[in-house]
């Protein structure tokens, strides 16, 4: 791989041309780095590979040793584990809320108290999902609640 | 399914257990004094009935189930936490009483006066639990709502 980079105060925006006479797995790692920079995350739905906007993720769960992203609309599988998109996400207003599940602040609807100390979240799609116990004092602690 | 059962048994075997243990100090007390007037003392201080033990067994096994039931999300998946306390009080505290006259556990001649207030005591309470939880709910949607607004600007 040879890689080469031109510094110009005449380019007006930075644009990164990857030449290559195959996709590769290589380069697709090196293309979803490139996307989590603008808080994008390439995602496959079947054969086709996309890439989503962190704003348009309701939330992420793991099944089986895969994430799932879910948005208002569908439901798509990206590469990176669950604690990759944690890390990723947490400053766009994610938050871990059990061991298998990621939820958009932003996007949940109502939330409730619920059996022994868990929280009980609807989110804007109407789905009902369970803070667990373990993880409903970090997200009363993000809101701001004691 | 089977986190629930070991549950289930672990809350029966603590329950029977603590409360034979406090059970046979009351009749060591006071065993002689009432001896052959309850199915408890029916033996005086000498012990505690083999039957007895058994219905009580048979009582704590059906409040646990209760409390299986309305405490747990196994079969009632959404229910308000406060709504679910307050049935769970009623229900057990209508199978002890329900135990209590059949098998003739103890005197309840004079027991009705306490009726009421054993009502008013669990009308309070269920306000009381209602009103926090409706207190904290609030709380956590101002808190969101606050949330979304400070984020989304």
Known sequence: ?146 | MKKHLRAYFLNVMFAFGLTTAFLSVIVMLVGDQLKGETGLTMLGSEGIPIAFLLQFLLAVMIVMALRQLFLSDLCIKSMKPSLRVILFLITALLTMTGFILLCGWFPTEGLLIFIPGAVCAIILNAVRLFRCENARNKELADALAQYKSAHNS
């Open chain 1, 1 to 146: 791989m040879k890689i080469s980079m031109q510094i110009d105060g005449a380019f007006q925006e930075t644009e990164i041309l990857i030449r290559s006479p195959k996709l590769t797995p290589e380069l697709e790692q090196v293309l979803a780095a490139l996307h989590l920079l603008e808080r994008k995350i390439t995602v496959t739905n079947g054969e086709e590979t996309t890439v989503l906007d962190a704003a348009e993720i309701v939330y992420a769960e793991s099944v089986d040793r895969r994430t799932f992203v879910y948005t208002a609309s569908s439901c798509v599988e990206t590469r990176l584990r669950l604690y990759e998109l944690e890390e990723l996400l947490e400053p766009c207003g994610f938050l871990r809320i059990s061991k298998s599940c990621l939820v958009q602040i932003r996007r949940i609807r109502s939330l409730k108290a619920d059996l022994d100390r868990r929280l009980r979240l609807t989110l804007e799609t109407g789905e009902q999902i369970i803070v667990s116990r373990q993880y409903a004092d970090a997200l009363k602690l993000k809101l701001g609640v004691k």
